[in-house]
Each structure stands twice: as C-alpha cells, then as structure tokens.
C-alpha cells in the first residue's frame, strides 16, 4: 500500500511580520510617540525628529535581528528567576582561632 502525500497551502503572508517602513509595527508606534513626546516637551521640532530617526534606527536593527526579540523580552519578566548573578545572598563567616 502506498501513501500518498498531501500538500497544504501556507501563504507567505501569514507568516511575514507586520511592519511599517521596514519596522516592525509597534516599535514603530513607539518610536512616533516618544519622538513626539520628546518634541512637546523641548518644544524643538529637531529634537522630536533626531528621537525619533534614533529609535526608529534602533528599531529597524532590533526588526533586522529578531522580530519576536520584543515579545520574547516582554514574557521573560513574567519567568520565574532560577539563577540571577546580579543577585547576592549575604552570608556570614565566623572566624575561630585556637
């Protein structure tokens, strides 16, 4: 008896980040809040524009390496901590001379 293989359509787009400008969409979003948070605050529009180029920079490098870096970070705080060498548990030593 012979099997026959089936085949399943995947669409490429179901599995394509959403970005916009090449961002993926939420940093994007982020990057235009904060740049014009930053250009409220200063009342500069270079200073808004600079924050923004800046972390959309950032954002296009973070989208270039990983796509799910965000939501991966996001979730680890959620993680319980098993090992953290930042943190330290203070112990104490007692000295005996004879």
């Known amino acids: 008896?012979?099997?026959?293989?089936?085949?399943?359509?995947?669409?490429?787009?179901?599995?394509?980040?959403?970005?916009?400008?090449?961002?993926?969409?939420?940093?994007?979003?982020?990057?235009?809040?904060?740049?014009?948070?930053?250009?409220?605050y200063f009342g500069s529009l270079i200073s808004g524009i600079a924050m923004f180029v800046g972390l959309y920079g950032a954002a296009r490098w973070a989208t270039a390496t990983d796509v799910q870096m965000i939501r991966i970070l996001m979730s680890a705080g959620r993680c319980r901590v098993e090992y953290d060498p930042g943190k330290r548990i203070p112990f104490e030593i007692e000295v005996l001379r004879r």
């Not at 980040?17 to 961002?23: A, R, S």
């Not at 940093?27 to 740049?35: D, E, Q, R, S």
């Open 1 to 40: 008896m012979v099997q026959q293989v089936q085949m399943h359509p995947v669409y490429r787009a179901i599995n394509k980040p959403l970005t916009i400008w090449g961002v993926e969409r939420r940093l994007f979003f982020l990057a235009l809040v904060i740049g014009g948070a930053t250009f409220n």
